[in-house]
């Protein structure tokens, strides 16, 4: 069964626009952590957050903010006013007390394509 | 600081040859991760080490693929013989298990079996 669900395989906005990138994830875990990790063009793996399972509250760095449901089982991110070196795929990852935080279960990702 | 550093970045090579891939983990990291990305399959992790030990290797797809740690800043991921079914981008990963960190990743290995 598949554990991290990104269902938008692919975005495309205009530069200023707000985009929302959304997560669901499955576990049966109480203990786990989330993850957004960005990969641009040239092929990186970008480490974004993790959020502790036990911390809903949401959070704000710049231009990005995520956004943390256990009652949806969801955790999105928000790109607000994008910019073209926004595009890039962005992958949400799980990793669950019960595989002692070693494996990172990822999201097929979503490719963002910011336009100017 | 210097971050995961992998080599080669890209590789080609005939089908039949050995591949060997490099990794190198941030210093004082404890934990270190070789995951795989492919078009059909995403990222997948192949293995990862403790302390150098070899703690999980289930998502290694064969017996051709291989991977050792002989120290704590140095790994291999070896696939001998390479197929072209190989062909993928190799990723290394690093983290602190002692400090909770989350896995750092390298720029990754583009791998053309031919």
């Known amino acids: 069964a598949q554990k991290v669900t990104q269902a938008q395989t692919e975005i495309s906005v205009v530069e200023k626009e707000d985009v929302t990138l959304d997560c669901v994830y499955e576990t049966r875990d109480t203990t786990y952590y989330l993850f957004w990790y960005k990969q641009p063009p040239s092929g990186e793996l970008v480490f974004l957050i993790r959020r502790n399972s036990f911390d809903e509250q949401n959070e704000i760095s710049g231009r990005y903010s995520w956004n943390f449901q256990k009652s949806t089982s969801s955790f999105n991110f928000t790109i607000t006013a994008s910019q073209v070196v926004d595009s890039a795929v962005y992958f949400c990852a799980l990793s669950e007390a019960s595989g002692g935080y070693n494996k990172l279960i990822f999201g097929a990702g979503t490719r963002l394509a910011v336009h100017p | 600081d210097a971050g995961v550093i992998q080599s080669p970045r890209h590789e080609v090579t005939e089908m039949g040859q050995e591949v060997t891939l490099r990794c190198k983990p941030i210093s004082g990291h404890n934990s270190l991760f070789w995951y795989r990305q492919t078009m059909m399959r995403g990222l997948e992790l192949l293995i990862y080490f403790n302390n150098n030990v070899p703690i999980d290797d289930s998502g290694m797809p064969e017996d051709r693929f291989s991977a050792k740690m002989p120290n704590a800043s140095f790994s291999t991921l070896k696939i001998q013989p390479s197929e072209p079914r190989d062909s993928a981008v190799y990723f290394c990963?690093?983290?602190?298990?002692?400090?909770?960190?989350?896995?750092?990743f390298g720029d990754g290995t583009r791998l053309s079996i031919l």
């Open positions: 990963a690093s983290s602190s298990r002692d400090t909770n960190q989350p896995q750092h």
